[in-house]
């Protein structure tokens, strides 16, 4: 059996509890290839105008799909108590029903950690069902997909790139696939955790916070390969890097909880990074039509501010030009870099204008 997971959205998080899942139940996951123009293309043409820029990738990496027996696109509702993830993940699969190709069968579980482990496993014993599967094997494969979920996400708050860490998850599967004599799959062995450059101040490249969406910063076509860009120019450091606990503590102190997962952990980053003294600017790429960006941005903004880091706003949709994003990158770093070089971390010309100054 092959299961068609599309590389947009959900891709860039989940994945890796996915691909465990379903290795374990013997199920092959089939991923739609990087996005391309066509696929981007074919996204606009199925996805709602009003919708933002992932789900209409989304739409299109459903349609590139091919040779499979299902498309996989499962309803996450809440990853961790006192939380939702954004409402239009709620709204899927049914809002991304038109851009599935006709006769193709749509699996589909709620995740919903709000009401608990036990519900979630009730969930996911009815997706067994579906596909054939015990209760007995469903657990394993729950107990799998936990695990390399957190051994990824280990891996992230070592410092590892996103491609790394799922090249290794697919190593991983393909050997044990390759030969039942070979154990099971030991993931992102043992390596030095990488040390950012900054920790020890040895470099005078300098160092970039890009906050967002991971499906937004580790989605090159979209972006504009804006990480690649910068990764030339500087040392990057990103939201999903950070790691729980320094994103709870930098929570403290708001004086209303944010209730969307994904926005929460980019608030909590984005503060961190704006009180890091090693981090010398932010960028925070959002998307036209994102309603919880609009608001986060706005708090990760005033957060630069009283820190006086300079802060720059890129603002993705599917009519971006290369052109555009490149002058304004330039013109960011080389404002930072001359702050950097030149003025020291207060400004010359008093703190009012300082205020004003952090953004371009
Ligand atoms: S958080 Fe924003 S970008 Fe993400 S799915 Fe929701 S509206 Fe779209």
Known sequence: MRIGFPRALYYFDHFPFWAGFFHSLDIEVVTSPPTHRQI?????????????????????????????????????VSVEANTYTCPKFLGIPESLLPAVPQGMPVLTVTMNWRKGKRQVLKELDFLGEQLGKSRSDIRKAFSKGLEW??????SMGAGWNFEESILELKQAAKNSAESTKVPAPILWKERPTPQFPGDAQTTDRLRIALVGHSYLTQESYANLNLLKRLREKADVELVQNVHHEEVESHLLGLRKKIFWSHSKQIFGAGNKFAGDQRVDGIIYLTCFGCGT?????????????????????????????????????EAFLDMVERRK???GYVSAYGERLDRDSNAL
């Open 40 to 76: 981007m293309d074919q996204g606009l043409k199925k996805a709602n105008d009003e919708t933002c820029l992932p789900l209409k990738l989304l739409a299109g990496h459903i349609q590139a799909l091919k040779d499979v027996d299902w498309i996989f696109l499962p309803r996450i």
């Open 293 to 329: 960006d609009s608001m986060v941005q706005e708090l990760v903004s005033r957060k630069a501010r009283e820190h006086h880091k300079p802060y720059m706003v890129v603002t993705l949709d599917e009519h971006s030009g290369e052109a555009g994003l490149v002058t304004r990158l």
């Open 341 to 343: 070089v030149h003025e």
């Open 149 to 154: 979920q957190k051994k990824y996400q280990d």
